[in-house]
């Protein structure tokens, strides 16, 4: 089954919810398998943090033949998120007021912008339900806007290691990575490769958060004792920073993390309990057992709160970062959930 990208663009004013707003923008979009006579067929992916559009290279165990959400059987899309770095408009983009790029005048943009950014190609693409629409972490919380901005669009919404608002917590782990960030001398530079060196120090304050003291325990222990310096648990922290520099850049990761903190679904809207009722699809909340940044109570709270939700959990040596790597266990939990509904549709 092949796979496409393309480039959706707006050209008009895009009022974003700060009171700013984006003299139009572009989003990168991946799609695989194609849509039915009705297109009642669409899975809508909403990726991570510094996720891309191209789901099938770091979600790529859930979107095979034989899968939940087989290629053959499903029409399946994944934007690059408002904000990005990976083909969408964001900090690096050139602002065509000023033909340069925004870099610090980058505005401060919300899940709400980002959803509605999304929605926008929807309408481009006509299509007017979406099968399923699920996302982890960064883009679990764009689901739950979704489906709360349009009810009646969604059959089955699958929110995963995600929140209703963003805590305390996750905010001050945000902030602690941007002050790294802020503390770069090239920060305040307007040149694509500024604050890298932060973003890499941010990086490795990141890890701590989406692992856990179990996963470094079982794969950076060190083999002797005899070691008083260069420890494998100092080099993956060095390790993962390079890697995110190597592909990501400091002003976008500043630009999302603000839009995470940012999440409150109950903001204009009464309450959080009363954004919850607003929810029509049918849902499967997804946690992980040893998530430290989004942990089991948030989740908890959405399924009790989103009518009819259902909510599973999975095991993980991983923390919050098993949504990305236990791929038996989500297929296992996607088809339970996808038979129960079937079976309640037929009586």
Known sequence: MSKSESIFHYSDEFELESGSSLPGFQLKYTTLGQLNKDKSNVIWICHALTGS???TDWWKGLFTEGSPFDPRDYFIICANTLGGCYGSTGPLSINPKTGTPYYHTFPLITNRDIVRSFDLLRQHLNISKINTLLGGSLGGQQVLEWAIEQPDLFENII????????????????????????????WKDDDARAGIEGMKAARAMGMISFRTYDTFLSTQSEKTAEKVDDYRASSYQKYQGQKL???FNAFTYWVLTKAMDAH??????????????????NTLVIGIDTDLLFPIREQKYLAQNIEGAKLDILTSLHGHDGFLVEFDQFKSVVRKFLRELKKETIV
Do not use: C, V, Y
């Open 53 to 55: 559009s191209d789901f």
């Open 159 to 186: 929110p995963i290691a995600t929140n209703a608002f963003h805590s305390p917590w996750g905010i001050a782990f945000n902030e602690a990575q941007r002050m790294a960030i802020e503390a770069d001398a090239t």
């Open 245 to 247: 520099s190597n592909r």
């Open 264 to 281: 409150h679904i109950g903001r204009t809207r009464n309450s959080i309990a009363e954004a919850l009722k607003k929810i029509k699809a």
